[in-house]
């Protein structure tokens, strides 16, 4: 993401487009292409920045410009470009701030022991994850967030450690085996690891649960169940058969959801939930996750943005260099203390 950044701005060109441009940085690294950017403007670069990150372009903006269903929805002056004000040009509508439901959990669904990742092999992790429970994992770009969850799901290979889902330990660990036994992982590419993109949303959806229905595809059962996901979902497609790529970032999200949700799991583990994915889509999606915790699904989450695991987890574990530095309630939970514990600070 530095390279392509900094080879357009090689080009010297008079007017740069930015297309989500931070999607892939640290906090550190934003604010380095914010004040190129400022330095940009000063020298009389145009440029046109996009990004899901509200705050971004409260940031950056001398003027803000709304689109929505591929038509100009208004503009604002930056000044006046609250959080609020920008929703509502994306989304036509004011998102309800409806307040945070809370869960009661129930038996530990997930509990992982010693499990230690090629990304940081000294570094062993434990933590558990109760049924109806939102538990965020947070922490700096490369402290092992994404790897922790492949390990999980069998994806990357444990050096060491067990995972019980259920009170049972999973055996030949494997994607195939923890999606049998209940733990299932939204991965963070949709696009090269979540989804078929040439395959319609409708064969997406019946992939994971195509050996439950014998040697013959069940087209009534893929028919009914691609219904269910649309409705439940809200996915906005012209059909089961449309191909998903051709879906926008949020709808092809949700089919990832969809499919894995079909196979009735105990563990939803998600890897970045919506990234790359527009202000109204990520509301549905925040609210979806929180009526399946309340249902009783343990939900495990990494993202990037503290105003996500803000708005989702009931606890956050906090990694750095491999290692859970620090558990925060929800009662603790602000931005402060998980950056002072991805940085290896103490908290009191």
């Known amino acids: 993401q530095l390279l392509e950044i900094g080879r357009a701005l090689r080009a010297e060109a008079r007017v740069l487009i930015m297309d989500e441009p931070t999607s892939s940085l640290t906090q550190v690294e934003a604010e380095r292409l914010f004040e190129v950017t400022d330095e940009l403007r000063r020298r009389g670069v145009g440029i046109v920045y996009i990004s899901h990150r509200l705050g971004e372009v409260s940031r950056l903006a001398d003027r803000v410009v709304g689109l929505r269903d591929g038509r100009n929805s208004g503009e604002i002056p930056g000044r006046e470009a609250t959080h609020e004000r920008m929703v509502s040009l994306m989304v036509g509508r004011t998102l309800s701030q409806e307040q945070r439901p809370s869960h009661a959990p129930g038996e530990v669904v997930l509990r992982v022991r010693g499990v230690r990742t090629a990304a940081f092999p000294e570094a062993s992790v434990d ?27 069998g994806a990357d290979r444990a050096l060491a450690g067990q995972i019980e889902v259920g009170g ?32 319609s949303v409708r064969d997406n959806l019946s992939l994971p649960t195509l050996h439950r229905r014998g040697r013959f595809i069940d087209r009534a059962y893929e028919r009914d169940l691609c219904a269910r996901s649309i409705a439940e979902l809200g996915i906005r497609t012209a059909g089961g058969g449309q191909v998903v790529g051709s879906l926008s970032g949020g709808n092809q999200q949700k089919v990832v959801l969809g499919k894995w949700l079909a196979a009735n799991p105990k563990v939803l583990v998600l890897d970045e939930p919506t990234r790359g994915v527009d202000v109204g889509a990520r509301a549905e999606i925040y609210a979806r996750l929180h009526e399946l915790a309340g249902a009783g699904l343990a939900v495990l989450f990494v993202s990037s943005e503290l105003e996500e695991v803000l708005s ?36 009191a």
């Open 127 to 153: 933590f558990e994850v109760r049924s109806g429970e939102v538990v965020g994992i947070a922490g700096l770009l490369g402290s092992g967030r994404s790897e922790l969850l492949r390990a999980l799901f």
């Open 312 to 347: 989702l987890a009931d606890r956050v574990l906090v990694l750095n260099h491999g290692r859970i530095a620090g558990e925060l309630p929800r009662a603790r939970l602000s931005e402060e203390t998980i950056m002072m514990l991805a940085t290896g600070m103490e908290v």
């Open 168 to 199: 049972v330990p999973l055996q030949r660990h494997g994607p195939a085996a923890a999606a049998a036994a209940g733990l299932v992982l939204a991965p963070e590419d949709r696009k090269l690891q979540g989804l078929v993109l040439g395959m």
